[in-house]
């Protein structure tokens, strides 16, 4: 028996690393899972390997920034399954880092595109879900967030702007819709490693990251998988308009902790002495 058994799942981004373990992990508890992705190869591949795996799955792709493809996604879910009871708005502008790193030389088109598809994305999903969750007496819609929603950063201010508007969203939407069944919740995601995340993201730059990570090491998409699958899930009930952090507690302690924790060690060893 698995704890999603009967229910729908759509999960979009579904292509990308944390969507496709996402995906698996939803069909592993037995939801029948649509993907979508902009990228339709790759999300070809990432289905065909589910069905591969006796999973129940389908897959149409889609660009998140244009509301026609959105209704045709979602009518695609009500026609192949029946309905969709779980909503993982997890589709991402991840590829702009590079380009989003100060306000005076911010291309407002990259602005543009970045909200589009970061807030604007996920608000359409739930407008065309919604209807869907409600005739099916409720659901859960899960939105991919991030912690540079929650503190400030020197760059990636389109991205955080963006995230930060998913986690309102989150709380309006619960506000709105979990007397009727539908629960919204968020998650902040920290660093997630990914396959060629070494070529983006060098090896000493993941350092600085894990050295602020209080479980000691950085995260796998599957911390982000098993997240969604809980509040998915009726374990998580009585969990509504909720932005949950899974960052191994990069967001959880005083910014100086990494740098005072060898002090304080040494001060541990030798009480009273600054080291
Ligand atoms: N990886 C991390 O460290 C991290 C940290 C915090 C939050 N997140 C969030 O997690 C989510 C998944 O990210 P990921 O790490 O798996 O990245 P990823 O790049 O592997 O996946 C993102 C997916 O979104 C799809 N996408 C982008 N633009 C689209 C569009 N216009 N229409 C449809 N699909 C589109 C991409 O094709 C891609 O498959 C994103 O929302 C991201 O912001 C990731």
């Known amino acids: 028996m698995g704890l999603l058994d009967g229910k729908v799942a759509l999960v979009t981004g579904a292509a990308g690393s944390i969507g496709a373990e996402t995906a698996l992990a939803l069909a592993e508890q037995g939801a029948r899972v649509v993907l979508t992705d902009l990228r339709e190869p790759e999300l070809q591949a990432v289905t065909d390997g589910l069905k591969g795996q006796g999973h129940d799955v389908a897959c149409k792709a889609g660009d998140i920034t244009a509301e026609d493809d959105i209704r045709a996604v979602v009518a695609f879910a009500v026609e192949t399954f029946g309905g969709v009871d779980i909503l993982d708005n997890n589709a991402g502008a991840t590829g702009y880092s590079s380009r989003d790193l100060d306000i005076p030389d911010m291309p407002v088109e990259l602005w543009d595109q970045v909200q589009s598809i970061n807030a604007r994305g996920p608000m359409l999903f739930c407008k065309y879900v919604i209807p869907s969750m409600l005739v099916r007496g409720g659901g859960s819609i899960i939105n991919i967030s991030s912690g540079q929603s929650l503190s400030g950063d020197v760059s990636n201010f389109a991205y955080a702007a963006s995230k930060a508007a998913v986690n309102s969203l989150t709380r309006h939407m ?102």
């Open 174 to 275: 619960a506000t709105g819709y979990s007397p009727r069944g539908i629960r919204v919740n968020a998650i902040a995601a920290g660093l997630i490693i990914q396959p060629g995340m070494e070529q983006r993201l060098p090896a000493h730059i993941q350092d600085i990251f894990l050295s602020h990570c209080l479980v000691p090491r950085l995260g796998v998409p599957r911390d982000i998988a098993n997240m969604v699958v809980f509040l998915a899930s009726d374990l998580s009930s009585y969990v509504t308009g909720q932005i949950l952090s899974v960052d191994g507690g990069f967001t959880a302690h005083l910014p100086s902790v990494a740098d005072m924790r060898p002090i304080i060690d040494g001060m541990k060893k030798a009480p009273g002495q600054w080291s």
